[in-house]
């Protein structure tokens, strides 16, 4: 048999690349640099900014309201205790794993194709981390004791009731912002340098020195990166499964049919990383279009991450089918009015609009490549997605809750206007974090970056 | 000594030496130890001056000055923010016996209610009262009390209530109030007192009654009127009809086996409804297969507690119900009955039966009828109870209990006639609001205008107080002396707990001024007129003894043998059914006729049945909502002779069709901050011919919708009640309510239990825990004996220190109450069979609470309670998520009341007044527990059964809820754990409540078939 060249090689399809051809070292690193370094600060930029920056406002107004009105200022009661705020909580959390996902999950797997959207998934992570940490506090009836939840050395010897979901929660989101913000700053530390060292301004080349904390990019440096990296790494991949499992916990150590369901953790996590993927993709499309990246993000990272949405939305959409297949193969009173209700129930077209965008918009759609390599589709149902993913939270910690035990105790749940300023404030939040971020730090790793050239031209 | 040196450190003299040496100037020591400065003297000063050694060499310490700012700002604060009282505080010389700071005293006095005494005990701390029970030595109250008599303490201290005289809309004073009398005596005394009226409420103070009584002497040309809108003028008028005379009728239910109700909500409405309600609970206590029952018939329009407690109930319009007594009166043999004769029509149901049914239990039976019902209804019921041999054994009769029984309407009436035509020259209006409550169409507030001298005493300044040139603030019954009687006659004294809040005066010492006699206080009034009725030797002791009961002994009325005069030839004019809607008047079941509208107590407790709080609604059957085409809150405009006022509807399945019935009360518009603008008048189209209920009433509807707050129906009503069904459907598949017929029961006495809920310990995660020992409090609620009164959800709210959210925050599901009183419905829609169920807190061995709260915040004790820490919470409010029951409360904003000075003295000082943030719940009253234990402790004995009451079991008129130890069998609350009808709520989930129920029975009549309810 003929040993195989790459010239007789059989014709293998034609995969679009991570990189466009022809980049060099240089030309990448003046591309990514010059976003933040050259090009300045865009009217467009500006537009964006301050309408993210009026809703972070919008979001400071109603935590002060709630601070020092009472929680009575959102929609809940007895019985539905918990609204917006858990859900939107559940949200923020679940769009943060899927940067994790990608920096460390992928960086373990060897795929090279996560270099380009490495970086701004993962800010997206601890922004999303930071949105989420505010709704536990904010939705306490007394948020100035949350250190309550805390195992501190309390003088009166009191500890943190450890039966509690609430308290493991504690652990793992803290333990999970802290892993991302570190795993996210070494990643950034060589990039630092680069800017320190292409900097003009003095004030830029002090504030990114101190910040690239003395990296000479010595070869004893990019050993002990690469080492603290990969460390990090393997630490927060299990977190992407750890930290929605726990939060499942939340609602599946309750007796509250609905909730109580073994099925949670995994129907978590796959839909955690469902919705971040959606996000990733809303923030990569506008990203690469406004900022010419589309030599960075291809065709094919989209077409990665659209199948990404496929593999979890299916693992979600069995999620939803084993939780109604249950509650009837129960013979749970309980089970089975709930599932009935939230289909046929006061808050059924909710349930349905959640099935429409979660299950039926990008179930049906994702399965064609022209749709996958559609930039304008692709945009529309990441949207679609995130939206369904909201739905889902809220609809399973209000419909479980709105009719549990006792018919006598049955109510309803309307969100009130401060409900949804904190929803939108943390949007405001999230967004104005994300623009300082693309206008001060490279918003694509520039070294990977390099590393892939030096890869794609071997 | 020696030893205790030899084990000292040897002292290293040379050193001492050198270091003294080195010091520069005198320097003096007490001890060579000191100057060594030995790890032994550094502990000795340590020991003796432990605060001391801490401290820094500059003398004073950041934290001491920090402390003495603090301290004197509050101090500051103190002197600059309370108003102190002008008395001379001096501590007692001499302790009052038995007055110990901390422990609360018990006082009994009474409540006059509607002229007619309610019995109570009231407890007190250091001289404030704070929560009302009843008392057990009153004949109408036995140790229960109504929700009147539990809110009242809150009235006390109702910062709205009237605090100074008002002479011309401006601030006046008691003296100025005096020489303006002193000048009208002389007017008066001249012309003989001709023009002075006097109106009062229903009277039956025997005081009172001889004061006005002298009056009148003095002043012969005077009149006394009297004005009650929710009275009982047609009982008065149906006695007068059947004897000749005014007769009060007593029941006596507990001999009753069969009792027919013709539109009487004998259970929670009237002067005697907690007896009754006591009475007729005996006879459907059933403690084994053997036992019976007695059994209830009620007829009425709107459904009422009463009528949800029967075995058959009967939705009749009002007008319809004199043709069914007439029908049933010609049944049992009733002579001169007219118009009885041949078969009834079928609207009147199982009449036959009913009557069989009757005639089965002679002399053991009752029928009754409502204050609503015409005379000839009443004389009907009168004379049935004589065909049926009643009449001396569950029918008694005695002389009426008032002092002047008399048609009240009429008397208005004429007053009102008298006013127009200006022969009322100084009106005196006593503890009455007639302007709000007189019927439409008589006008009084134009014609009281015409009135030259209008005075008025009142707790308000309400409406018909800021039309009078004086209104003097009257003392509440807290504050005042007085007596009235109970309904069976028995004399029940007032006894003040507190000296007047406000420049308040009771109407005793108004009539006083009257009678020129302005110094003599209310105590001298009524200690005097009872010193100079009694023939006792030793009076003084008499008075404490009665002082101290509550009660005067032997002073009940003798029964009085009547005779049947006659019996109502043809129908009454009411009677006859006219076309068209009609419109049936009713005291509100919480604020009665509108004096309770500024309690927020009576306000916020939902409404038997409807669960309505805070408003009053046009109430109608599906099938006239259904013709009518409107749904539950749409705003009607209800026109009736010409007046014409809107109100929302609600859809009250079993309400008689082509009927509609109005809560009187409210619409008030000079209640206080907490009634006025709530809900709309009915009074407005009231009249004086028909007061209770009439014909040809219009609804139209306006397009407008308005927002009721109800507490357990939070979703729409569809027009179709296809809601209610739902809820109802899902409470029998859970099991939530176990009901059987009496015959069911006997053959399987363990209905109620479940056998998919019987769960062990074993299956519980965590380990057991061991509940064998000790005290272990645990909880029955038979079912068969609640009436759903409400007086436990007041009684829990007065006791725990629960607040009051107001309407928008119970419509938005807020609302505060430990225990509630679930309602569900059962069967046809036209006339469901309706059940309540009190819902305190389970008190779960495996409490679902617990283990979800972060800070453990909730816990459980060693004696099986469920405890809230609320110090501790932190308001995640998972543990209301997590409970099955949903009876944790939430406080979403700061719910109580801190600002309002008056309110302090009603908390109840042994229980925290909950801030923002927290979760709240019942406790089973852990503070009156731990209040026994202590006393138990103390005496080194063991707690005894029936020694702890909550306050829910206190109160209850039925004795329906029973409280104690389930370790000892021989507990009340153990034995009736092990009936066979205890059960316990969704116990499925592995819960092991500690509130356990026993199931409701029915006693339905075998003759009517099921589906006829």
């Known amino acids: 048999m003929e040993p195989t060249t790459p010239e007789n090689a059989p014709a293998v399809p034609p995969v679009s690349p991570v990189l466009r051809p022809g980049h060099t070292y240089a030309s990448v690193t003046d591309k990514i640099s010059a976003i933040v370094l050259v090009e300045g600060t865009r009217k467009g930029w500006w537009l964006g900014f301050v309408i993210a920056f009026a809703l972070l406002m919008v979001m400071h107004y109603a935590i002060a309201m709630v601070l020092s009105m009472g929680v009575g200022l959102f929609g809940i009661n007895i019985p539905v205790a918990w609204g917006f705020a858990i859900t939107n909580f559940v949200w923020w959390i679940g769009i943060g794993h899927a940067g994790t996902l990608i920096s460390a999950f ?7 194709w996560r270099t380009s959207i490495n970086r701004f998934a993962e800010a997206m992570t601890i922004f999303a981390v930071a949105c989420a940490g505010l709704f536990p506090l904010m939705h306490m009836g007394r948020p100035w004791l949350f250190y309550w939840l805390l195992p501190y050395p309390d003088t009166m010897g009191v500890w943190p009731q450890f039966r509690s979901p609430l308290v493991w929660d504690v652990f793992a989101v803290s333990t999970y912002a802290t892993v991302s913000i570190l795993f996210w700053f070494v990643g950034l530390i060589p990039d630092l340098a680069t800017l320190r060292d292409r900097a003009k301004k003095r004030i830029s080349q002090i504030v990114y020195g101190v910040l690239a904390m003395g990296w000479r990019g010595s070869a004893l440096h990019w050993r002990r990166y690469e080492m603290a990296s990969l460390l990090l790494a393997g630490l927060a991949t299990p977190l992407v499964i750890s930290v929605h499992t726990v939060v499942s916990f939340d609602f599946t150590i309750a007796i509250v049919p609905g909730w109580h369901s073994t099925i949670f953790p995994p129907y978590f996590v796959a839909g955690a990383i469902y919705s971040g993927f959606a996000m990733v993709l809303t923030l990569a499309i506008p990203l690469r279009a406004f900022f010419k990246l589309e ?113 006598s105790s049955w109510g309803m749940f309307y969100p009130t206007a401060t409900d949804f300023e904190l929803l939108f404030g943390t949007v405001g939040l999230f967004f104005t974090l994300f623009y300082l971020f693309i206008r001060y730090l490279p918003m694509i790793s520039i070294f990977e970056m390099r590393e892939l050239v030096h890869k794609t031209s071997e | 000594m020696a030893d205790q040196r030899d084990s000292k450190k040897r002292l290293d003299l040379v050193n001492i030496r050198t270091q003294l040496e080195s010091s520069h100037g005198q320097r003096r020591w007490r001890s060579l130890e000191e100057l060594a400065v030995t790890a032994e003297y550094r502990d000795y000063l340590h020991h003796e001056f432990p605060y001391h050694t801490e401290k820094g ?20 604060g103190l002197t600059a923010c309370t108003k102190l009282p002008t ?65 009242s303490v809150l009235n006390l201290y109702d910062p709205d209530r009237s605090q100074v005289v008002v002479h011309n809309g401006r601030i006046g004073d008691w003296a100025g109030f005096l020489n303006a009398m002193e000048v009208l005596r002389q007017e008066l005394a001249a012309t003989q007192g001709a023009g002075l009226r006097i109106l009062t409420e229903t009277v039956t103070s025997p005081t009172f009654a001889a004061r006005l009584a002298e009056l009148l002497k003095q002043y012969p040309k005077a009149q006394w009127h009297q004005h009650d809108p929710a009275g009982r003028d047609n009982v008065r008028a149906g006695a007068r009809l059947a004897f000749g005379e005014i007769v009060e009728t007593l029941y006596r239910f507990d001999r009753a086996g069969v009792v027919l109700a013709l539109d009487s909500d004998f259970l929670c409405a009237g002067p005697a409804s907690v007896r009754y309600a006591h009475d007729f609970a005996q006879k459907r206590r059933v403690t084994s297969p053997a036992s019976t029952m007695n059994r209830l018939y009620v007829v009425e329009p709107a459904p009422t507690n009463t009528g949800a407690q029967a075995d058959h109930r009967l939705p009749l319009r009002a007008a319809e119900i004199e043709g069914f007594a007439r029908s049933l009166a010609g049944m049992l043999g009733v002579k001169a009955s007219s118009a009885s004769g041949g078969t009834p029509p079928p609207e009147y149901g199982w009449i ?53 029984p008399t048609d009240q309407l009429q008397s208005l009436k004429a007053l009102v006639a008298d006013m127009r035509s200006g022969q009322v020259a100084t009106l005196v209006i006593l503890s009455s609001n007639p302007v709000y409550s007189a019927p439409a169409d008589l006008e009084f507030q134009e014609n009281l205008l015409k009135v030259n001298q209008r005075i008025h005493l009142g707790l308000y300044e309400d409406e018909t107080a800021v039309l009078c040139h004086w209104h003097i603030p009257e003392t509440h019954f807290l504050e005042a002396w007085g007596d009235a009687r109970a309904y069976d006659g028995t004399v029940s004294t007032i006894q003040p707990l507190i000296s007047p809040l406000y420049e308040g005066k009771s109407a005793h010492e108004v009539l006083a001024v009257l009678l020129g006699q302005p110094g003599r206080t209310g105590h001298e009034i009524v200690r005097e007129y009872w010193k100079s009725q009694r023939s006792e030797k030793d009076f003084e002791a008499f008075w404490e003894t009665t002082l101290h009961d509550g009660v005067m002994a032997g002073t009940a009325f003798p029964l009085k043998t009547v005779t049947l005069k006659m019996v109502p030839g043809s129908a009454s004019p009411q009677a006859a059914p006219e076309g068209g809607l009609e419109v049936n008047f009713r005291p509100d079941p919480n604020i009665w006729d509108g004096r309770f509208a500024n309690n927020g107590w009576l306000q916020e407790c939902p409404r038997p049945l409807t669960k309505i709080t805070w408003d009053n609604a046009v109430m109608v059957s599906p099938k006239t909502a259904q013709d009518f085409k409107v749904a539950n809150e749409d705003v009607v405009e209800l026109r009736y002779g010409g007046r014409k006022v809107r109100g929302p509807i609600w859809i009250m399945p079993g309400h008689a069709d082509k009927s509609a019935t109005v809560h009187l009360g409210y619409g008030r518009t000079r209640a206080g901050h907490v009634g006025s603008g709530a809900g709309f008048n009915a009074y407005a189209l009231r009249t004086s011919d028909r007061p209770w209920f009439g014909s040809g009433i219009e609804i139209r509807k306006t397009g407008a919708t308005y927002l009721l707050a109800h507490t357990q129906h939070h979703h729409l009503i569809s027009q179709e009640g296809g809601e209610v069904e739902e809820e109802s459907v899902a409470a029998e598949h859970r099991k939530v309510l176990r009901v059987a017929r009496l015959e069911e029961f006997r053959k399987n006495p363990d209905f109620a239990k479940d056998p998919a809920s019987q769960t062990t310990q074993a299956q519980s995660l965590y380990p057991a825990h061991d509940y064998s020992k000790g005290d272990q409090w645990g909880m029955s609620i038979d079912l068969n004996s609640c009436i759903g009164c409400n007086a436990c959800v007041v009684a829990c709210q007065a006791e725990n220190n629960i607040a009051v959210v107001g309407k928008d925050q119970v419509s938005r599901g807020r609302e505060m109450h430990w225990i509630r009183v679930d309602t569900y419905y059962e069967g046809d829609l036209d006339n469901p069979r309706m059940y309540n169920e009190v819902i305190p807190c389970m008190q779960c061995e495996n409490a679902p609470c617990e283990v979800v709260c972060p800070v453990g915040a909730t816990v459980h004790s060693p004696e099986g309670l469920n405890e809230m820490i609320y110090n501790r919470c932190v308001g995640t409010r998972y543990c209301s998520n997590n409970c099955p029951y949903k009876v944790r409360r939430f406080n979403f904003y700061l719910y109580s009341d801190w ?46 059964d029936g020694e702890i009451l909550t306050a829910c079991q206190q109160t209850c008129p039925t004795q329906a809820i029973v409280f104690g130890n389930i370790n000892d069998p021989n507990s009340k609350v153990a034995k009736l754990k092990v009936q066979s009808r205890n059960y316990g709520l969704l116990t499925e989930l592995n819960t092991r409540p500690r509130t356990t129920y026993l199931a409701k029975l029915r006693n339905p009549n075998p003759e009517i078939p099921e589906g006829e309810v």
């Open chain 2, 899 to 944: 600002v309002t000075p008056s309110l302090y003295g009603l908390r109840n000082p042994n229980v925290t007044v909950r801030s923002r943030g927290v979760m709240e719940k019942c406790t089973y009253c852990i503070q009156r527990i731990n209040a026994v234990k202590i006393k138990a402790e103390e005496a080194n004995r063991s707690i005894k």
């Open chain 1, 295 to 407: 030599d960075f993000v291809t065709m094919r990272h989209l077409d990665n991450m659209a199948k990404m949405l496929l593999a979890t939305g299916l693992i979600v959409a069995y999620g939803y089918m084993m939780e109604t297949f249950m509650a009837f193969y129960s013979g749970n009173t309980f089970d089975r009015y709930m599932i009935m209700n939230r289909m046929f129930g006061p808050y059924a077209p909710w349930y349905w609009l959640l099935i429409t965008c979660n299950i039926a918009v990008p179930m049906t759609l994702l399965w064609w490549k022209s749709i996958r390599r559609n930039v304008a589709a692709l945009f529309v149902i990441s949207l679609v997605v995130q939206l369904g993913m909201w739905l889902e939270r809220f609809i399973i910690v209000v419909t479980s809750l709105h009719r549990d035990f006792l018919p």
């Open chain 2, 352 to 404: 036959g039966a009913l009557a069989r049914d009757l005639q089965k239990h002679r002399g053991t039976s009752i029928v009754l009828a409502g204050d609503a019902q015409p005379p000839a209804v009443h004389a009907l019921a009168h004379a049935m109870n004589a065909a049926l041999g009643n009449v001396g054994n569950t029918v008694v009769y005695t002389n009426s209990i008032e002092a002047n």
């Open chain 2, 57 to 76: 060499s500059s003398g004073i310490s950041r934290r001491d000055v920090l402390k003495l700012m603090g301290a004197s700002a509050a101090l500051a």
């Open chain 2, 87 to 151: 008395e001379k505080i001096v501590p007692y010389v001499q302790a009052p016996e038995e007055f110990i700071p901390g422990k609360p005293l018990f006082y009994a006095t009474s409540m006059p209610f509607g002229g007619v005494a309610e019995g109570l005990l009231v407890e007190s701390h250091l001289g404030r009262p704070t929560k009302a029970e009843g008392n057990p030595e009153h004949p109408g109250s036995l140790g229960a009390a109504d929700i009147f008599g539990q809110a």
């Open chain 1, 106 to 112: 992928l960086l373990l797997m060897r795929q090279k």
